[in-house]
């Protein structure tokens, strides 16, 4: 939840009379994430078999050198959740299709993402129900405007009231049943 970096860390820590190295630190996150594998592993075992799930990737800075010489590159990570909100991260050098048919080829169910093309391929493998996100399609209908200010407008409206609705019915704890 507060991640920083471990350099920054070090600084922190050494503020405080420690003195611990980043790649001690940088160790130490190496052995947890071994230890870590087998329950990441299972978590992806139970977020498949959910009839529901919800992805979408978002880019992230990545310390390293890289084929520009820079001590940065951007690399991606697509966050897969189900309906109760439990969450597997995985990361990826870039932002292919290989991104979701490394988690997603087995997966049987219905797909809630923004309809970025790197979905396509799981979804050609005919076994996901691909739906769409309300906020996406208002957006559509929002660019939609100048040609078709009316249509664009009653759309625009009725999603309004979607919102409105699951607002509501947040703010009251309900439950989608």
């Known amino acids: 939840?507060?991640?920083?970096p471990l350099h920054r860390q070090a600084r922190i820590y050494l503020g405080h009379g420690v003195?611990?190295?980043?790649?001690?630190?940088?160790?130490?996150?190496?052995?947890?994430?071994?230890?870590l594998a087998p329950l990441v592993t299972e978590l992806q075992k139970e977020l498949?078999?959910?009839s529901i799930l919800q992805s979408d990737d978002t880019s992230i800075t990545v310390l390293g050198p890289n084929?520009?010489?820079?001590?940065?590159?951007?690399?991606?990570?697509?966050?897969?959740?189900?309906?109760e909100g439990n969450t597997l991260f995985h990361f990826t050098e870039g932002?292919?299709?290989?991104?979701?048919?490394?988690?997603l080829k087995t997966y049987v169910g219905t797909l809630l993402s923004d309809a970025y093309s790197a979905y396509d391929a799981v979804v050609r493998l005919g076994k996901i129900v691909p739906a769409g996100c309300w906020a996406h399609?208002?957006?559509?209908?929002?660019n939609a405007r100048?040609?078709?200010?009316?249509?664009?407008a009653i759309a625009i409206e009725v999603i309004r009231r979607i919102f409105a609705v699951e607002r509501k019915?947040?703010?009251g704890n309900l439950t989608p049943e």
């Open 169 to 171: 019915a947040s703010e």
């Open 137 to 142: 399609a208002r957006r559509r209908f929002h």
């Open 48 to 50: 498949l078999s959910e």
């Open 1 to 4: 939840r507060d991640h920083l």
């Open 19 to 35: 003195d611990i190295s980043e790649s001690t630190m940088g160790d130490w996150l190496k052995a947890g994430a071994e230890l």
């Open 67 to 83: 084929e520009k010489k820079t001590n940065t590159r951007r690399g991606f990570l697509w966050v897969y959740l189900d309906l």
């Open 95 to 103: 932002r292919s299709r290989a991104g979701p048919l490394t988690i």
């Open 146 to 152: 100048e040609e078709a200010p009316d249509l664009a």
